[in-house]
């Protein structure tokens, strides 16, 4: 069988000259020009310098020649095993990862399914009200969220104080302040899943929960083996989008605690930056910010493997 | 979360930016002997709202000289200033901030201070932020230094006067809370080190000698003993949140007392008002061997990138001039850097001014090392909050420090 016998119509073998082929796609590499030069200075450009710079010393003195910065091969890389402020952030960072995601998920399952139920406008009330802490800007919910966890005037402790409970200082010890991150995280969140779940759940056939009813299946038994198995697609796409979200953890942190009380709330991210931007130590920085995009391809992965399934993604 | 962006392409992103960013920072340069031109001059918050001002007159004066004022946020003028060293598009001046100093002139970009500037006119703290290495890089332009402030109020009721020894001052901490009835009793951050190290320097201690840390020592362990029983005997709050201001807290009568510098006289008297008048006071530092504070504020230095150092310099002169200093402190109440300017009017007849004045000639200044900054926030304040809420000994958090400070150091 030949190999032109196998290729798609769209595909089909290409005729004439290398120039006639280009001037056919001559009109679409120019619509994505825009954007391909924006990508190239300013993604991909640095994604590559900064790869270059990780096997490199480039600190504070090579700032005015940047080529006089001493190349040291996986130096920084082997510093990243004993450097314990690091690993600090790592574990923070996977805590917050492997506790927020499925809080995050599950939330905003529970939130579509019940609007999934509701109607009119009702729905679209609550809809916006989940979606509204998505699309508002990070750094004023920080705030906001730095004042109602705040342990003396706080609306929370003042909340807990109303039934007697003498509420802890959320941020300021390292018990709680974790947790606290973590709980603005999902709330912050878990709209934007909502809103994804609830477009996949009315797309679910209601031929197949009348044929389940039919067969006399609870409505437990409906959610277990239709609905969430033919959510599995959605679920991977929500888990991929927010584990990389989650690893890059920053804002919140930032704001909040500024990564303490004794590094308890330090991520992976902010490490990058204060050893980048405040101490200028980029080559080491560098190889942090690679070692947390290794992390991210490595767990997409996993995520594809595990939630893939039958169906495919 | 930025879930659009590649985290990994931040740190070279900088790099990136720097060749492409940067002000205007070109000047004319002569050469001829008279200074003339075009100067660039970047300063940072109200120094660079209102340093036109004095540019306006300097050019009366000197019309052959052209001065260009840049404002920059403070928040901002790290990064800038770092972006314009990477891009070689330094401006001629820029005010910096005294911490800044050693990190600047690792980069190989300033300019030493020419010898027809007499360095002794400083007050001595201030002068040492801009020595590093032995080669003076840049000049005090105005300073700043801590105080105790304290309720005077809740002093009497407690029944004690202002502190002038440690013991005092435990003392006095203890009596605001107990007899008084204030909630704390003085309040120190948990890991501030700028709060902590004074109280080496009282104990006759000090952080680095001849390029050598020494945190290791008696001295730097009894300090850290003493900070760490403020929190032990519950004494100040075991946590500061971010973006705590301290000021609320004086006014209503929480935080009686707190170390700061003058910015907090007008923030007292604006948020305190009729309230809290008379009610306040200030004091010089407690004593142990010495009763030495912090110094602070801004350095100038002239880049040696700038195509016009003469003019660069007779800008920066004009600024160290006694009256010159003392018409800065009255633009925007900057305390003068050149101890002569001290000599005469509100300078020298306020009592609160004058206990900043007397505090100035024994303040010291972190060491003007490259790599301060990290040492300062990964060493010292980390392993203080270890020894103040984490449970660790002084003895252990000294010798963390003087482990982690050398090997950053080495670097």
């Known amino acids: ?313 | 979360m930025k879930r659009s962006t590649f985290l990994a392409a931040v740190a070279a992103t900088l790099v990136l930016l720097a060749g492409c960013g940067g002000d205007d920072g070109s000047s004319s340069g002569t050469g001829d002997g008279k200074a003339s031109g075009e100067v660039t001059v970047w300063a940072m918050g109200t120094e660079g709202e209102k340093l036109g001002v004095l540019a306006k007159e300097f050019m009366a004066a000197n019309p052959d000289i052209k001065v260009k004022v840049t404002p920059i946020a403070w928040d901002v003028a790290h990064d800038k200033l770092i972006t314009a060293v990477a891009g070689n598009k330094t401006p001629d001046i820029s005010q910096m901030g005294t911490t800044w100093m050693g990190e600047f002139a690792q980069t190989g970009s300033l300019e030493p201070v020419p010898d027809d500037i007499d360095t002794s006119q400083f007050f001595e703290g201030a002068r040492d932020t801009a020595v590093v290495d032995g080669t003076t890089y840049g000049v005090p332009w105005y300073v700043e230094t801590r105080l105790l402030y304290y309720r005077s109020d809740l002093a009497k009721k407690a029944g004690v006067t202002p502190p002038e020894t440690w013991e005092d001052l435990k003392a006095a901490a203890r009596a605001m809370k107990e007899k008084a009835g204030a909630k704390y009793g003085i309040s120190l951050a948990p890991n501030n080190w700028q709060e902590f190290l004074p109280f080496v320097w009282q104990n006759g201690g000090d952080v680095i000698e001849d390029n050598e840390m020494t945190f290791d020592t008696p001295e730097v362990v009894e300090a850290l003993d003493f900070y760490k029983s403020f929190f032990a005997d519950g004494l100040t709050a075991d946590s500061v949140p971010e973006g705590f201001d301290v000021t609320q807290g004086f006014i209503a009568g929480t935080h009686p007392m707190f170390f700061s510098g003058p910015w907090h006289m007008s923030l007292i008297e604006e948020q305190g008002g009729a309230k809290l008048k008379g009610k306040w006071d200030i004091a010089a530092m407690p004593e142990k061997e010495t009763g030495t504070s912090f110094v602070g504020g801004s350095d100038l230095v002239v880049f040696n990138g700038s195509g016009n150092k003469e003019a660069a310099w007779a800008f920066v002169k004009y600024l160290l001039k006694p009256d010159v200093q003392r018409k800065w402190y009255e633009t925007v109440s900057d305390l003068p850097a050149v101890q002569s300017a001290w000599d005469q009017g509100e300078l020298a007849s306020d009592p609160h001014l004058q206990l900043f004045g007397e505090q100035l000639k024994d303040a010291k200044s972190p060491p003007p090392i490259a790599k301060w900054e990290q040492i300062a926030s990964e060493v010292v304040n980390a392993e203080l909050e270890k020894a103040t809420v984490g449970g660790a000994s002084a003895e252990q958090a000294a010798k963390a420090m003087q482990e982690k400070a050398s090997s950053i150091g080495a670097e």
């Open chain 1, 1 to 313: 069988m030949s190999d032109a016998a196998i290729r798609r119509p769209d595909q089909a073998v290409p005729h004439g000259t290398v120039w006639s082929r280009l001037s056919r796609h001559l009109t679409g590499w120019l619509f994505a020009l825009p954007w391909l030069i924006i990508f190239a200075v300013f993604l991909l450009i640095p994604i590559v310098a900064s790869l270059a710079l990780s096997f490199t010393s480039f600190g504070l003195g090579n700032l005015r020649d940047w080529f006089s910065a001493d190349f040291v091969g996986l130096d920084n890389y082997s510093k990243l095993l004993s450097d314990e402020r690091f690993h600090k952030a790592a574990r923070n960072t996977a805590v917050f990862v492997v506790v927020g995601v499925p809080l995050t998920i599950a939330f905003g399952l529970a939130a579509a399914l019940g609007l999934n139920q509701a109607i009119g406008k009702l729905q679209s009330v609550f809809r916006v009200g989940y979606y509204l802490p998505v699309v508002t800007s990070i750094v004023a919910i920080a705030v906001i969220w730095r004042y109602l966890l705040n342990a003396d005037f706080g609306l929370v402790n003042a909340a807990l104080g109303l039934v007697g409970i003498e509420g802890p200082n959320w941020l300021g010890q390292k018990s709680t302040a974790l947790a606290s991150i973590i709980a603005l995280g999902v709330w912050r969140n878990f709209g934007f899943d909502t809103v994804i779940f609830l477009a996949a759940l009315q797309g679910i056939n209601p031929v197949l929960y009348e044929a389940a009813k039919v067969d006399g299946a609870t409505p437990w038994a409906m959610f277990w083996r239709v609905t969430l198995p033919l959510l599995r697609p959605t679920i991977l796409f929500l888990a991929v989008i927010t584990s990389v979200g989650y690893l890059q953890l920053f804002e919140e942190p930032f704001v909040m605690t500024g990564g303490g009380p004794l590094d308890s709330t330090l991520s992976v991210a902010m490490y990058v930056y204060e050893q980048g931007f405040r101490f200028l130590n980029l080559g080491y920085a560098s190889a942090v910010a690679y070692a947390l995009f290794i992390a991210i391809v490595a767990l997409t992965f996993i995520q594809f493997r595990f939630l893939r399934g039958d169906e495919g993604a």
